[in-house]
């Protein structure tokens, strides 16, 4: 079945530095959505991606839609404490009446 | 106001109890899903429906029942509970499938 790949598991930065994360597959996607939880709270749909190429921002967020469908990446600027949490990455493919959900990469920050 | 609610948002049962989850919103949308989540697992679909007449399984239906009263109520039920039904779970709603918006959890422990 499709599957969402994210790596590592766990990133630990210094605030105020930037952070990239990857979400890979085998599969082609055509949309591409990312979310972030906080502790005992459901994910927050933080950037949303529908056409392969397109580049959105949202505040210090920026995704990336891969030019191939599959893959996409979220970068996080001048991070903070508050951007500590789960981050997960899910897709969706046009035949599918489901989302894919990545395992997701836990972010600390370190004051 | 949230515009996915969840209730109740922890609960602690015993083995053999029947047990039901209860998922509300305001966004109008048609498509309702219910998910559990488990450390190192991620987020599984467990049922969805697209509007008040369909319902459909995800990938572990097996142990739970839903029911969808109206557009805007979506129940999971578990009929009789066992340890390993001990997890999060997490209702969500999308105009659309490609987008899903998360209620803020439940936290199931079954003893």
């Known amino acids: 079945g499709q599957q969402l790949n994210q790596s590592p598991q766990s990133m630990f930065i210094q605030e105020g530095e930037d952070v990239s994360m990857n979400c890979t597959s085998s599969?082609?996607?055509?949309?591409w959505l990312w979310y972030k939880q906080d502790p005992g709270e459901g994910p927050v749909l933080l950037i949303a991606l529908y056409k392969a190429g397109e580049l959105t921002s949202n505040g210090r967020l920026t995704a990336q839609f891969g030019i191939t469908r599959k893959d996409s990446f979220l970068n996080i600027s001048a991070s903070i404490p508050s951007d500590v949490g789960i981050y997960f990455c899910a897709g969706h493919a046009r035949a599918n009446s489901k989302l894919t959900f990545g395992k997701g990469i836990t972010l600390s920050v370190r004051p | 106001d949230a515009d996915v609610t969840q209730t109740p948002r922890n609960r602690i049962t015993k083995t053999g109890k029947r047990i039901m989850l209860e998922c509300s919103q305001t966004?109008?949308?048609?498509?309702m899903y219910w998910y559990r989540q488990d450390p190192g697992l991620g987020l599984r679909l467990i049922y969805y429906?697209?509007?008040?007449?369909?319902?459909n399984k995800g990938e572990i239906s097996d142990g739970y029942s839903v029911s969808r009263q109206a557009q805007a109520k979506f129940s999971l039920s578990l009929e009789s509970a066992i340890p390993n039904q001990t997890a999060l779970y997490f209702c969500a709603t999308g105009e659309h499938t490609d987008t899903q918006y998360f209620g803020p959890g439940t936290r199931l422990t079954v003893l």
């Open positions: 429906s697209f509007d008040v007449k369909d319902i």
């Open positions: 599969s082609i996607f055509n949309t």
């Open positions: 966004k109008g949308h048609d498509r």
